[in-house]
């Protein structure tokens, strides 16, 4: 490729990055954009495209564009702003293989809604900010702009508040960063609480003696516990008391020294509860809260501890809240479609009645 070959009606011009080379088109008819890339790896092209084109199939879906590939190069056709969206997406994920960033298909979506939301976003400071590598060997990193934030305030500030929709990696990235705390031996214990608030259901009587009365409600905790590590090495560590997992109510009256602790369903806690674990925290501790204030269990007549906290907490130094969107959502595609139809419907609800009280 070369300054000859241009067609003299076309304005061309060269860029490089990380020793790939892509050539732009401004020529724009009807607000349409052409870009050509060039990979000088086909290899890594390959895996980039996907499997007979699956990659470059959704990141022309989720741009709106159409890419054509062929060997180690590709076209891609659209609009003003879908164009240019493809182009980065595909130049840094480009980038991603080549220092060896194991590419899994979900993180196409995370590319193009991260770069989506903010163009100038390096997924390198992102993806390979590598939290903690599981005993399956897999590479826990965040995966949008927001777990990014978290993490690092996790690593900056004794205290961070997660506040935001299921399926953002609230709990699951706290929980990678407290394993990843206790392996370099920087705690000397992770401690994980719940709250034990029944989700819009009555339970009845439990049998069996109070762990096992409240086991239900720790098991979403057990379960990321056990996505982490191995099950036999996380069951001896708990068996010796270097993690435990409690309900909430039984957090009172302790002093949490060289811990790791992690409040998970924040909402549903009273004022009272909130304040008891926030007292908890004794020297060399680090404890990340997490929460949906959309998702409330308590009797209406109770004040949930996480949304009088935004304002008791707000400008506390050492104390730092993180809010997630559906936008961070690292579920099944339509976790963040059914999250954005509740919104909807709340939101009309409330306009409803609005309406009704100065009617």
């Known amino acids: 490729m070369s ?54 199939r959704l990141i022309a879906q989720r741009s709106g564009t159409k890419i054509h590939a062929k060997g180690n190069a590709l076209s891609i056709q659209g609009d003003e702003i879908g164009v240019p969206l493809a182009r980065r997406v595909l130049e840094e994920l480009y980038s991603l293989l080549k220092k060896g960033y194991p590419l899994y298909p979900s993180d196409i979506d995370f590319a193009v809604r991260i770069l ?124 010796r008391g270097t993690i435990e997992v409690v309900p909430l109510a039984f957090m009172r009256g302790r002093t949490l020294n060289d811990s790791f602790v992690i409040l998970d369903e924040a909402q549903n806690t009273g004022s009272e509860q909130m304040k008891m674990f926030l007292t908890r925290l004794g020297y060399h501790s680090k404890a990340v809260i997490t929460g949906d204030i959309t998702q409330v269990d308590l009797p209406e007549d109770r004040q ?18 993180v809010y997630f969107t559906e936008r961070d959502v690292v579920r099944h595609p339509l976790v963040q479609e059914i999250i954005k139809a509740y919104e909807r419907a709340d939101k009309n609800i409330r306009l409803v009645k609005s309406e009704e009280r100065h009617a």
């Open 116 to 239: 989506s939301n903010k163009s100038s976003a390096r997924l390198e400071e992102i993806f390979l900010d590598t939290v903690y590598i599981s005993s399956r060997k897999r590479v826990i990193t965040p995966k949008s702009l927001t777990q990014k934030q978290y993490i690092d305030a996790i690593r900056n500030y004794d205290i961070v508040i997660g506040i935001g929709p299921a399926g953002t990696g609230k709990t699951y990235l706290a929980m990678a960063m407290a394993v990843a705390a206790l392996a370099k031996e920087e705690v000397d214990r992770i401690v994980l609480t719940r709250p034990a608030v029944e989700a819009g259901e009555k339970l009845g009587f439990l049998p069996g003696d109070i762990f096992e009365k409240v086991n239900p409600y720790l098991r979403p905790l057990y379960d990321a516990l056990y996505d982490m590590m191995d099950f036999d090495r996380a069951s001896k560590l708990v068996e």
């Open 304 to 321: 949930s501890g996480l949304i009088e906290i935004q304002s008791i907490l707000k400008g506390v130094k050492g104390i730092e809240f």
């Open 3 to 56: 300054e000859s070959s241009q067609e003299p009606q076309t304005l061309f011009g060269f860029c490089r990055a990380e020793s790939l080379w892509f050539q732009f088109s401004g020529q724009e008819l009807k607000n349409k954009q052409e870009a050509r890339l060039e990979f000088d790896d086909i290899h890594l092209a390959n895996t980039l495209f996907g499997v007979q084109g699956s990659n470059t």
